[in-house]
């Protein structure tokens, strides 16, 4: 018999990166909130790669932190090195990564939700959820505890009829060998949801004291402070090592010869896999002109000897596993700690959400996370803060925060999860992003803070601190457009000393840093500003002025595709009744249910003919709507 335990004003459903970013988003915004986990000891646990952050991830975490979330500020309190990718390219692919002290980041994380004013963290097994009349009610654990609430976000990973296979063997389990939860994708379905089967998988971990580190390539650190967080003030510079070794011709043969045993080959796993991250015998396969493949040995921390082998995740058996790993140049012997595993589990097709991560079927339920088909702990964590935003945003009877494509890399993984939804685990990449000169590392407070602000996650002094920032952008931004630098002796011995052209006539200051090798110190040396100028305010700059013509060429694209983001669409339009519509873009419209026409053109299977049809239907304005 159950019985009624508590009323929430959110409950939060799961206490992984999607989890933790949805309740202290709610609890901060000053809803009562709950988050049940099925083990309170794996509070932001990391069971697969002990790092955060790198090419477009790493940009979604300082998105996070500029809209008032927790990851940026805990990976920097924990990590054990942090690295700059891509210096040598442009703003708009650089992307910081820092490999994590998985146990103190999980430990930092739980201690934070514990301390949170407005956070309950407890302990229980989630089997249903209360839906009447098409509203989400609350929920109901294993031992029969019923939760009431204003919202539910369900954020449980890959712990939904979780099952692990190594070789031949499968079992229930959740990730590391954690309890799966086996009911609660029952009660989704019989809620009419349509649910997937994806598949993930990790790599083994070895002893780091039987590595032969000789015949590896040294990974340093970056030797200059870097943080996530616009709040980090203090910096870990005592940073531990990641070494890179490759796969050898052996390691290839070994795989090749035992594909039969492989699930992945053998029809043992349903779930389809991660298209970018794909494991080792995958690789084999699909790349077999490649000699050989990188393999990053990655220390999960400080106070263990476990080292995390990146680029063997792998389902193959025990036995074949032992024997690769040995065909690893540094490795030859390595003595395991844990074995490689699959693991598949359930998700809902995300198509069935709003743009707010509000499901279609169900009023104030929200998923965040690999429930929603999406692969990595920034992708479920982004999701994780936006759900519990529009949650308490809703509870407070306010408008929701959508951010668009062009204003966040957030953005473009809702957009594309919600209008295109899934085939196999998402990842999210910077080819994702049609306007990703504007949605750089160095900007995302410029982009974001105002709406962090806004929701209340974002601090009067830290607000205040930022505007700081963007008013004195601007003013050196002006002052140089302002100022002319005639061709002076000490202004051409400069030019000359970095390899620049002398100048013949006198030239804008701002016009001169438009130069490749020309940098924001250099012009300073010869014009002082007014004021100290920091370091991440002549950053700002020399980018600005430096890319000025291409960031304008995106803005107009910007502004042109606003307009048919404008032009929305209403939720209960009867697509069938428009004449003239291909049947799959009238049936991919209608699954979809896009709020504009610029959504409804991103649509697959929706073609420029089809919008210019819906957009002269619109305009004629009798609109037929489907009866609900």
């Known amino acids: 018999m159950g019985y009624m335990a508590g009323r929430y004003d959110v409950i939060v459903v799961g206490a992984g990166h999607a989890g933790i970013e949805a309740a202290l988003a709610a609890a901060r915004m000053g809803c009562n909130t709950l988050v049940l986990t099925i083990n309170v000891d794996m509070v932001g646990f990391m069971p697969c790669n002990p790092s955060i952050g790198g090419p477009a991830k790493g940009v979604v975490v300082r998105e996070l932190d500029a809209l008032g979330g927790e990851m940026g500020k805990n990976i920097d309190k924990t990590n054990i090195q942090m690295r700059m990718l891509n210096t040598g390219k442009g703003p708009a692919v650089r992307a910081l990564r820092a490999q994590a002290d998985k146990v103190m980041y999980q430990q930092e994380m739980k201690r934070t939700i514990e301390r949170t004013e407005n956070v309950t963290l407890h302990q229980a097994m989630v089997e249903e959820v209360v839906v009447e009349d098409g509203v989400c009610r609350g929920v109901i654990t ?35 060998n954690q309890q799966p939860a086996m009911k609660l994708s029952d009660s989704l379905k019989k809620l009419g949801f349509d649910m997937m089967r994806l598949k993930t998988g990790t790599p083994m971990r070895v002893n780091s004291c039987t590595i032969d580190y000789s015949k590896t390539e040294i990974q340093p650190g970056d030797e200059e402070p870097r943080a996530f967080s616009y709040e980090t003030t203090e910096f870990n510079m005592d940073q531990v090592p990641c070494w890179l070794t490759y796969t050898s011709p052996r390691t290839h043969e070994i795989i090749e010869a035992n594909l039969s045993r492989s699930p992945m080959y053998s029809g043992m796993i349903e779930g389809i896999g991660t298209r970018y991250c794909p494991s080792i015998e995958d690789k084999i396969v699909r790349f077999n ?15 263990t000897e476990e080292v995390y082998v990146q680029g063997l995740s792998t389902s193959l058996p025990e036995d074949v596993q032992v024997e690769m790993v040995k065909s690893v140049p540094g490795l030859e012997n390595a003595t395991f700690m844990r074995s490689g595993y699959a693991i598949e589990y359930d998700a809902i097709m995300p198509t069935q959400l709003w743009p707010t991560l509000e499901t279609k079927l169900v009023e104030n339920l929200y998923t965040a996370g690999q429930i929603n088909g999406t692969s990595g702990y920034e992708e479920a964590a982004c999701q994780g803060l936006m759900a519990g935003i529009n949650a308490a945003l809703k509870f407070q009877g306010k408008e929701p925060l959508i951010l668009s494509r062009s204003e966040a ?16 685990p998402y990842r999210l990449l910077t080819s994702r992003a049609e306007y990703r000169l504007l949605l750089r590392h160095d900007n995302a407070d410029l982009r974001l803070t105002d709406y962090g602000y806004k929701v209340g996650l974002i601090s009067e002094e830290r607000y205040q601190t930022f505007t700081e920032k963007r008013e004195m952008i601007e003013r050196e931004k002006e002052r140089l457009q302002s100022i002319i630098l005639k061709p002076t002796e000490q202004l051409q011995s400069l030019l000359r000393s ?24 250099h012009i300073a040396s010869i014009i002082p500003p007014e004021e100290e100028v920091t370091e991440d305010v002549a950053e700002q700059i020399e980018i600005q002025i430096k890319y000025h013509g291409y960031i304008q060429k995106q803005l107009q694209q910007v502004d042109k595709m606003k307009r048919l983001e404008n032009k929305r669409i209403p939720v209960d339009i009867d697509y069938f009744a428009i004449s003239g519509l291909a049947m799959e873009a009238r049936q991919k419209l209608d699954e979809v249910r896009p709020l504009s026409v610029a959504q409804a053109s991103r649509v697959s299977g929706v073609n420029p003919a089809d919008i210019s049809i819906l957009l002269v239907y619109l305009e004629q304005g009798h609109i037929s709507r489907v009866s609900q």
Request: charged share 25%; proline share 4%.
């Open 142 to 176: 294993q031992t029969g505890a019923h939760y009431e609430a204003s919202a539910v976000i369900i954020t449980t990973g890959t712990y939904l009829r979780g099952r692990i296979i190594i070789g031949d063997l499968a079992y229930s389990s959740g990730p590391n």
């Open 289 to 303: 002109d490649k000699p050989r493949h990188q393999i990053f040995l990655e220390p999960e921390g400080r106070h």
């Open 409 to 424: 890399y957030i953005g473009v993984l809702i957009d594309d999860l919600v209008t295109k939804g899934v085939r196999d």
């Open 498 to 521: 970095i390899g620049s052209s002398e100048l013949k006539d006198g030239i804008h200051a701002s016009d001169l840093l438009k130069r490749p090798e020309v940098h924001y110190k």
